[in-house]
T-cell receptor, first 117, second 116 residues
């Protein structure tokens, strides 16, 4: 079965530190890839997505992610984090094969990021 | 409205009680998804509707779970004879296919169900 793995469960950084959150998926075919963020008390919001083309995608709030097909990875990065980036981050995959593809997302278990001021 | 609305925001149920969770998707959104998010986990797919048709219910954990979307807009997720393992946040998301590859999902804030 397809799965998504996020290696870091809880990350603590100081402001201005660089961030990289790992995401790997298990599926050999074509996928769409997403990163979502959930701020405390709020709903899931899309940070960025990759469908095709340039494997380096830029999202909102200075986040970016790189799709490396050979490594089945889609790691999230930010050069300099802020206290307001404290949130939970979810990587998700959508399988894009054939008819009957419902568009459902398969999520990783999430990474809690705590940024210290 | 501008977003996906879910109600109630919180629900406490006694074990064995039936519950109904409501989702109001964004007006005009064809696709509607339900996800279950247990504590400390990522959301897990439950079921999918395209308009009023339930096209995928492969994620429903048991026959105690039932979802409907009779008029292709509002959806209700019903859980019968709730058990403690049903405690989770239930998320609804809607999207509009047909906009090419760039369609997105809008999530609601979820209903936190606690079974005691």
């Amino acid at each position: 079965a397809q799965s998504v793995s996020q290696h870091n469960h809880h990350v603590i950084l100081s402001e201005a530190a660089s961030l990289e959150l790992g995401c790997n998926y298990s599926y050999g075919g074509t996928v769409n890839l997403f990163w979502y963020v959930q701020y405390p008390g709020q709903h899931l919001q899309l940070l960025l997505k990759y469908f095709s083309g340039d494997p380096l995608v830029k999202g909102i709030k200075g986040f970016e992610a790189e799709f490396i097909k050979s490594k089945f990875s889609f790691n999230l990065r930010k050069p300099s984090v802020q206290w307001s980036d404290t949130a939970e981050y979810f990587c998700a995959v959508r399988i894009t094969h054939g008819s009957g593809n419902t568009g459902k997302l398969i999520f990783g278990q999430g990474t809690t990021l705590q940024v210290k001021p | 409205g501008a977003g996906v609305s879910q109600s109630p925001r919180y629900k406490v149920a006694k074990r064995g009680q039936d519950v109904a969770l409501r989702c109001d998707p964004i007006s005009g959104h064809v696709s509607l998804f339900w996800y279950q998010q247990a504590l400390g986990q990522g959301p897990e797919f439950l079921t999918y509707f395209q308009n009023e048709a339930q096209l995928d219910k492969s994620g429903l954990p048991s026959d105690r779970f039932f979802a409907e979307r009779p008029e292709g807009s509002v959806s209700t997720l019903k859980i019968q004879r709730t058990q403690q393992e049903d405690s989770a946040v239930y998320l609804c998301a809607s999207s509009t296919p047909g906009q090419g590859v760039d369609y997105g999902y809008t999530f609601g804030s979820g209903t936190r169900l606690t079974v005691v």
